[in-house]
């Protein structure tokens, strides 16, 4: 891994949900940092930042990357609690981490960074309550852009799409065909292959210390080329009719 930017070298390391060995040796690469465990409470996050401040003196970044990615399920399959929980989750612990650290970034012209998802802009089948928050992720990141933009406080995104990590692993274990569904994970790119941890956070570090005139962006360079191409997207269960 890259050196870390000296300009971020005390920064926090949040390691929200699934524990990952690019972040274990961004953590170790770090002049400061700590792990801190946390639950989605409006508590617990605004101690967060209080922790952070008095610790470093400071907040310069913001990474939002809590998140979770249930296994396929239908719409009549999913409960409105089952989407409550994945809200709360990967919409508005993202929402209440700004609001609390905002006040701080804002003496330091600093700048968010938030997790979003390429499926949160071209959709993925049996996902709603996913495909939903991420969108929101991506719209909540504009908006915050143009309101921070007054105290030079740049927010922006980055929507990847599929990076092997802890949780990909454990929803691959659980299909039918583990084998099959992490090649056709990796088919889904036209570079043959999912993205590491590596490469987000080196895409994190570009957004927080060396893309100073960027604010508001969706940065779209996580994921592989899966967005390009035209291919079959016919959901009939027969082939339709070349006439």
Avoid at 79 to 86: G, I, T, Y
């Amino acid at each position: 891994m890259a050196p870390v930017h000296p300009a971020i070298q005390s920064c926090i390391v949040l390691e929200f949900l699934f524990f990952s060995a690019g972040c274990c040796r961004l953590h170790s690469s770090l002049t400061s940092s700590f792990w801190f465990s946390w639950h989605v409470t409006d508590l617990t996050l605004r101690r967060l930042i209080e922790v952070a401040v008095k610790t470093f003196g400071q907040i310069d970044c913001l990474v939002n990357n809590a998140g979770w990615h249930p296994p396929e399920q239908r719409i009549d399959d999913t409960s409105v609690q089952e989407f409550q929980e994945l809200l709360n989750l990967n919409l508005i612990g993202y929402f209440l981490t700004a609001k609390y650290a905002l006040p701080h970034l804002r003496k330091t012209q600093g700048n968010i960074i938030n997790v979003s998802s390429l499926v949160g802009i071209i959709g993925q089948k049996h996902a709603i309550p996913y495909v939903a928050t991420k969108g929101a992720v991506t719209a909540m990141t504009k908006v915050m852009a143009i309101d921070e933009s007054q105290y030079s406080v740049r927010v922006n995104s980055i929507s990847p799409r599929n990076i092997w990590t802890p949780l990909w692993k454990e929803l691959s274990s659980q299909a039918t065909d583990p084998d099959a569904m992490i090649l056709g994970g990796k088919d889904a790119q036209l570079l043959g292959r999912m993205g590491t941890a590596e490469e987000c956070a080196k895409a994190v570090l570009y957004l927080a210390a060396e893309a100073t005139f960027c604010t508001g962006i969706d940065l779209l360079l996580l994921s592989g080329g899966a967005e390009l191409n035209y291919g079959c997207k016919n959901q009939q269960k027969t082939p339709s009719s070349n006439n």
